[in-house]
């Protein structure tokens, strides 16, 4: 089997000379997090060796929190890599958080999904890997940097209108502090809400000639890369992000990929599937990978993979599994 695109990450470059400025060695997080020191010089690891090394930072710096705002901070924006500059010299704060959503799938494996309602911004941080999740601090980190972006690209103390985790983040006055807002914990999913009237900011640091060098070859490997995915792995990613709430619609994801949805269908049967099939094994995973965090109800779980009705997700775990969603969870958490 082909592996998923998220098993293989590429380390941001500035990553370990980030931590040496507030006083942390390569070497002491690779051994917390049990991996060979090579590691250090490695460009590209696996999924699950990048958590390893989040959750050691996690560690080693002892507070969520306090890992989250010192690493946002200390990042120096001569060090950005390539995909992270081209969104500090964007024109204005929606044109940078747009290119980050686009050349995040560059390094997976979290994703951005942007939503522009009314007076707000909210943008969701999702885990492509199904079964897990990602490390806290990771997801802590990268929504701090969407509003540190904001911060350094308009040179203004910009404030978020809300932050919202899933799990627990330390000490949280100092992250109502750093962002400007109300932290809630214990959320459906990892979110930053901002105030849509910032993302009109110009950019003090817009460069059009710079962008006019970077954005070409990001295109072409962006291209390259989801050429070399197949099929299958695109249609479940996209389900993955649409899931909540709803079915996923073959002819709405067909658009996305750019093709009919005939076209779509013929490419599944060449690759010995079908929308219905990968739909059903999408819900089947996100179900697993929900269901093992009990802070979600059942109602909960049955809502984020697309279910309207609590009993049809009952029938289709029943299929999955030949057992009920409540008796898994017990069954596989009480083992834990």
């Known amino acids: ?11 941001p470059p ?20 049990q991996l060979p020191l090579t590691i250090i010089t490695e460009p590209i690891v696996t999924g699950a060796q990048y958590c390893a090394i989040w959750q050691a930072y996690s560690d080693l710096i002892g ?38 959503a686009r050349y995040k799938q560059l390094c997976p494996p979290e994703s951005l999904r942007i939503i ?23 997801m802590g980190i990268t929504l701090a ?14 404030k978020a209108k809300l932050v919202e985790f899933s799990d627990s983040m330390g000490d949280v006055q100092a992250l109502e502090a750093y962002f400007g ?23 003090v640091s817009y460069n059009e000639e710079l962008l006019e060098l970077l954005t070409p070859p990001l295109d072409q490997s962006l291209h390259e890369q989801q050429h070399t995915r197949s099929t299958t792995e695109k249609v479940k990613w996209i389900m993955k992000r649409s899931l909540m709430g709803g079915r996923p619609d073959i002819q709405n994801i067909a658009k996305e990929l750019g093709m009919s949805d005939r076209t779509l269908q013929r490419r599944l049967t060449d690759e010995n599937t079908s929308f219905k099939h990968l739909l059903s094994e999408v819900r089947h995973e996100q179900a697993r990978a929900y269901l093992a965090d009990p802070s979600l109800d059942i109602q909960e779980v049955a809502f984020l993979i697309g279910y309207e009705d609590q009993n049809s997700f009952y029938r289709a775990f029943r299929q999955w599994e030949g057992d009920t969603p409540a008796q898994w969870r017990t069954e596989h958490l009480g083992s834990k």
Request: hydrophobic share 35%.
């Open 63 to 100: 507070d969520t929190a306090k890992g989250i705002i010192k690493l946002a901070t200390a990042f120096e924006t001569a060090k950005y890599p390539p995909p992270v500059l081209a969104t500090y010299h964007a024109r204005d704060y929606r044109d940078a958080l747009r290119r980050m």
């Open 145 to 158: 940097f969407l509003l540190e972006l904001g911060r350094r690209g308009t040179g203004q103390h910009l």
């Open 14 to 33: 500035g990553f370990w000379d980030g931590l040496r400025q507030i006083g942390i060695t390569a070497q002491d997080v690779a051994r917390t997090a």
């Open 116 to 138: 522009e309602d009314g007076e707000d911004c909210t943008i969701e941080l999702e885990w492509m890997n199904s079964g897990q999740s990602g490390p806290p601090l990771l």
């Open 181 to 203: 807002c109300p932290i809630k914990i214990g959320a459906g999913c990892n979110r930053l809400t901002l105030y849509r009237s910032d993302l009109d900011r110009s950019f």
């Open 1 to 11: 089997m082909k592996s998923q695109p998220f098993d293989r990450v590429k380390m």
